[in-house]
T-cell receptor, first 112, second 114 residues
Framework: QKEVEQDPGPLSVPEGAIVSLNCTYSNSAFQYFMWYRQYSRKGPELLMYTYSSGNKEDGRFTAQVDKSSKYISLFIRDSQPSDSATYLCALSFTGANSKLTFGKGITLSVRP | DAEITQSPRHKITETGRQVTLACHQTWNHNNMFWYRQDLGHGLRLIHYSYGVQDTNKGEVSDGYSVSRSNTEDLPLTLESAASSQTSVYFC?????????????FGPGTRLTVL
């Protein structure tokens, strides 16, 4: 079992839809949970991060962590064509210089 | 503004040739990383460095090498390029040492090995 599993997609939704992107992980020691967004032919950029469990909201985006289920989610409300990108979850342990473990990424397309 | 740059952005080479991909960051970050990104595999870590003169192997390091002689640069060398090394390569950096390690990525280098 890989440490981080992410739904492979691709995912296509109409504009205005609510989008749910998910990752599962196997190692309960992960403490930092991040979502990166990658536009076509660009490098990934950090979108949101959460430490330990709980929810975090930033505008139309909500990151949710359920450590008991080892499950993390990114919700996008009122999705826009500009949200079309690949979304990668990334997890890390606590401790200095802990590396990131990435999911494979899911490509989202929001249709006008 | 601080940034991380990669060069070249596109490279076509032949099997067996040595290739070096450059990565330069002006964030003054201690940590630097090289990844390759392939369909079906996502981002895979090749090599990383936690400071000058420090280098470490990642999960897919065979056929690649790095050296870190200053804070700003971490060049990636393919000793003898193989077709299996056709990929998009990303360099990243993070401030380190810290528990929270946001990585900042470069724009990528698209390498084709014929």
């Amino acid at each position: 079992q890989k440490e981080v599993e992410q739904d492979p997609g691709p995912l296509s939704v109409p504009e205005g839809a609510i989008v749910s992107l998910n990752c599962t992980y196997s190692n309960s020691a992960f403490q930092y949970f991040m979502w990166y967004r990658q536009y076509s032919r660009k490098g990934p950029e950090l979108l949101m991060y959460t430490y330990s469990s709980g929810n975090k909201e930033d505008g139309r985006f909500t990151a949710q962590v359920d450590k008991s289920s080892k499950y993390i989610s990114l919700f996008i409300r009122d999705s826009q064509p500009s949200d079309s990108a690949t979304y990668l979850c990334a997890l890390s342990f606590t401790g200095a210089n802990s590396k990131l473990t990435f999911g494979k990424g899911i490509t989202l397309s929001v249709r006008p | 503004d601080a940034e991380i740059t990669q060069s070249p952005r596109h490279k076509i080479t032949e099997t067996g040739r040595q290739v070096t991909l450059a990565c330069h960051q002006t964030w003054n970050h201690n940590n630097m990383f090289w990844y390759r990104q392939d369909l079906g595999h996502g981002l895979r870590l090749i090599h990383y460095s936690y400071g000058v003169q420090d280098t470490n192997k990642g999960e897919v390091s065979d056929g690649y090498s790095v050296s870190r002689s200053n804070t700003e640069d971490l060049p990636l060398t393919l000793e003898s390029a193989a077709s299996s090394q056709t990929s998009v390569y990303f360099c990243a950096s993070s401030v380190g040492p810290s528990s929270y390690n946001e990585q900042f990525f470069g724009p990528g280098t698209r390498l084709t090995v014929l």
